[in-house]
């Protein structure tokens, strides 16, 4: 069965401090991975999708890698507005397009 | 472009009672997903409808089900609500056939089971 695994649960950042989110992940046949952020109470937003192991994706101050065995998102220099939950999920070859989540790391960047 | 859109946003119910939620999928997208998602959780997979069928399932109950229209939006009930049904519901939407695999998320719907 897929499954995703999410560390650090919770993570708090000063404004400027730079770190890495990890994502392992365990999956029959890796169709694809995605990362979305999700602020409390609304729907996750969708950030990147990465398809193959070397495979890495930017957007602002966020940077998205894969390995074979995990995903990293690295965040660069983060802002006060980076606070949010980051999602990882995979989608397997096991059928259709079912995505199984992680639980999610809880980010605060405080200034 | 409008984006995915839910209603209604909140929902208050008591057990044993029985709930709609209602998904219009983003513009140019045909196939809907639902999703579980508990406080503190990741969303977890409920169903996913194409051409107005069940495609795939997770393991939820059959209390769970779902319709989807020829308009492409759907329709998730749940009967027999019970307290651990309260959570926020998730509709995603992402074309088929494209072999797009994002899937983009509406804001939700927050059901609260007393």
């Known amino acids: 069965e897929d499954q995703v695994t999410q560390s650090p649960e919770a993570l708090r950042l000063q404004e400027g401090e730079s770190s890495s989110l990890n994502c392992s992940y365990t999956v029959s046949g890796l169709r694809g991975l995605f990362w979305y952020r999700q602020d409390p109470g609304k729907g996750p937003e969708f950030l990147f999708t990465?398809?193959?192991a070397g495979e890495e994706k930017e957007k602002e101050r966020l940077k998205a890698t894969l390995t074979k065995k995990e995903s990293f998102l690295h965040i660069t220099a983060p802002k006060p507005e980076d606070s949010a939950t980051y999602l990882c999920a995979v989608r397997g070859n096991t059928g259709f397009q079912k995505l199984v989540f992680g639980t999610g790391t809880r980010l605060l960047v405080s200034p | 472009d409008a984006g995915v859109t839910q209603s209604p946003t909140h929902l208050i119910k008591t057990r044993g009672q029985q709930v709609t939620l209602r998904c219009s999928p983003k513009s140019g997208h045909d196939t809907v997903s639902w999703y579980q998602q508990a406080l503190g959780q990741g969303p977890q997979f409920i169903f996913q409808?194409?051409?107005?069928?069940?495609?795939q399932r997770g393991n939820f109950p059959d209390r769970f089900s779902g319709h989807q229209f020829p308009n492409y939006s759907s329709e998730l009930n749940v009967n027999a609500l019970l307290l651990g049904d309260s959570a926020l519901y998730l509709c995603a939407s992402s074309p088929w056939l494209s072999g797009a695999d994002t899937q983009y998320f509406g804001p939700g719907t927050r059901l609260t089971v007393l």
């Open positions: 409808y194409y051409e107005e069928e069940e495609r």
């Open positions: 990465l398809y193959s």
